[in-house]
């Protein structure tokens, strides 16, 4: 090969110069040294050569033996004096690789490789070998402001290295406080540090954990940079609205970027947020339900309506100020739940009696409610009461009903209704002998308004057969026997039962005429008692005794012939011995006399 060979061996390029593969006795190493970290896995990529009328029978691998002809050996493939920890990656033929695993300080040294062939001279040992160089990671920190103690804004490197030699690997894991990120170059850089970049990193190989570093406490000064919450913990129940208080704080020369709301993220960062100022990688279910109700100064509430189960969680905010980050640590743990109506007696579980305590309380099943005024509803109907807890002290019947409660103004939370039966304390046997009582009342007052009422039916009747068999007294010019003496002493007579107080009742006085258009007769006023009554033939006067049905019956009849009706006041004396007739010997057998006080309220045309 006049230009030289290359060989990729276990990710390593190894270019062989020309003329070295061409030799007939050869070992060539690449690299001739290597640089190991503890506890990691070491190769050393090995070729040989030899004449090819030659063949293989023994290959060996030791540690600081020039010729490798004592033990202990590295490796030796007629099997003594083997390492546990060592694997040999190479063959009879020309490879001669080797691995070690979990590195100790003591494998450090000079490593060589000898092989022996089936002629007792052609043995051959790889004189220059390869040195191994053995050290732990660490973390190296350097910062444009030297050793001083770091401040928001400076800029800083940590760097993944050892102390002793140069590392060919480039690819490593880094970790902050134990916890894995996943930057997996060797060099972090920081530009500008900020307060939250504050922590204890430590390095690794990149799929050798084992091989990590001690750690280094790195800290940005800056306190200055706060977030603060009302409440670490909150209650909300489903369908209401839940307000986080929120405040934030940073040196007055900074300028706020942006800002953010991230639910169940560890470090405020997620490929969705609840809110973001710059209106992107919003949540589709915070969308129309999350608002911000602060500002870029020093308010960082969040309100989120119409509160869901899939709501529960951590909420953080984060802002953004000249580049560094705030995230504001522990958060606000958010727990959801529904109503419910708990409800205490002083029986406990038993029925529920008249004169028992009982108490209706609204909470929720899992955690305390911070609000403090409620809806309730007693069969579905609200009421006037607005505190957590409704006090039966004493219940009674009338109590009776379902209830149910709601935050106030939130009717969507309302609970599942719980029953209150309460018994009436009253004897059943009472009660229905109260009823029979109640019931009987009633009919015997019905029987007695029955009785009074025939009573007076009776009455009435009476009278008006009396009335009958008294017969009226007409007046026309055929029997003229009411004289103007007998009108005189008709008041006279009035005046005097009048003055005895007796009961008064009225007669009626009906005027008819044989034609509509006739005079009315003329009566006497109170003025004309004792003068003479002016009759004409064709007038007709009644006087009659009191009938209130007749007089409202003569009262419908005279009205549409506009004729006008007067009434008279009655007295009957009972108490006198002898009877007294009015204007006629013959009157009727009553024993009470009819005096009757005409007014004149006619006069002719």
């Not at 003025?527 to 064709?538: A, Y």
């Amino acid at each position: 090969m006049r230009a030289g060979t290359i060989l990729i061996l276990w990710g390593l390029v190894v270019v062989f110069p020309p003329g070295v593969i061409g030799e007939e006795w050869a070992v060539w190493y690449q690299p001739n040294a290597v640089c190991a970290v503890r506890r990691s896995t070491v190769v050393f990529p090995c070729q040989y050569m030899y004449p090819k009328s030659y063949s293989v029978m023994r290959v060996i691998w030791c540690q600081n033996q020039s010729y490798c002809l004592n033990t202990p050996l590295v490796y030796d493939s007629d099997g003594s004096g083997i390492l546990a920890r060592v694997v040999y990656l190479g063959d009879k033929t020309k490879n001669c690789t080797l691995m070690i695993k979990g590195i100790k300080y003591a494998d450090a040294g000079v490593y060589r490789f000898r092989f022996e062939t089936n002629v007792s001279t052609g043995k051959y040992t790889g004189l220059s070998g390869v040195t191994l160089q053995v050290d732990e990671l660490k973390v190296v920190m350097t910062s444009s402001r030297g050793n001083g103690i770091l401040i928001e804004g400076d800029s800083v490197n940590l760097t993944c290295s050892t102390q002793s030699c140069s590392l060919s690997q480039t690819e490593f894991i880094w970790f902050k406080d134990n916890q894995q990120f996943p930057e997996t170059q060797s060099t972090l850089h920081f530009k500008p540090a900020c307060k939250y970049d504050s922590g204890n990193y430590s390095c690794a190989l990149k799929g050798s954990k084992e091989t990590m570093s001690s750690m280094l406490k790195f800290t940005v000064n800056g306190s200055t940079w706060t977030v603060y919450y009302s409440e670490k913990t909150l209650c909300a129940v489903r369908g209401s609205t839940v307000v986080i208080q929120c405040g934030y704080d940073y040196p007055e020369s900074y300028n706020v970027e942006s800002m953010m709301w991230s639910h169940n993220t560890e470090n405020c960062t997620g490929k969705q947020y609840t809110w973001y100022s710059n209106n992107t990688n919003i949540s589709a279910e915070y969308r129309d339900r999350a608002e911000f109700l602060g500002n870029k100064v020093k308010n960082c509430t969040l309100k989120i309506k119409n509160v869901t189960t899939i709501d529960a969680g951590v909420y953080r905010f984060r802002f953004t100020t000249n580049g560094c980050e705030e995230c504001g640590q522990p958060g606000v743990t958010l727990q959801v739940d529904e109503l419910k109506v708990v409800m205490t007696s002083s029986r406990g579980n038993g029925t529920l009696i008249e004169g028992d305590s009982v108490n209706l309380t609204c909470r929720t099943r899992s955690c305390s409610l911070s609000q403090s005024e409620f809806t309730w509803f007693k069969d579905n109907k609200p009421i006037s009461e607005t505190n957590s807890t409704l006090y039966f002290n004493p219940v009674f019947y009338q109590n009776s009903g379902k209830y149910s409660c709601a935050l106030k103004g939130y009717r969507n939370t309302v609970s599942d209704p719980v029953l209150i039966t309460c018994q009436s304390t009253a004897n059943p046997t009472t009660l229905i002998l109260v009823i029979v009582g109640v019931l009987g009342c009633l009919a015997l007052l019905a029987v007695v308004g029955c009785i009074m009422s025939l009573s007076h039916r009776r009455k009435t009747e009476s009278l008006n057969e009396k009335n009958d068999r008294g017969g009226q007294t007409q007046i026309n010019e055929d029997n003229p026997k009411i004289k103007e003496s007998d009108i005189s002493q008709i008041g006279n007579q009035t005046q005097e039962v009048a003055s005895q107080k007796e009961e008064v009742s009225y007669a009626s006085v009906q005027l008819n005429t044989k034609e509509s258009g006739q005079k009315k007769t003329d009566l006497l006023n109170e003025n004309d008692r004792g003068k003479k009554l002016q009759i004409t033939e064709d007038d007709y006067v009644y006087i009659t005794t009191p009938n209130i049905s007749q007089i409202r019956n003569q009262q419908k009849e005279v009205s549409p012939q506009k004729e006008e009706v007067c009434y008279a006041s009655v007295q009957f004396n009972t108490e006198q011995p002898k009877t007294e007739y009015a204007a006629n010997d013959k009157a009727s057998d009553d024993d009470a006399i009819v005096y009757s006080v005409v007014r004149n309220t006619a006069t002719h045309s």
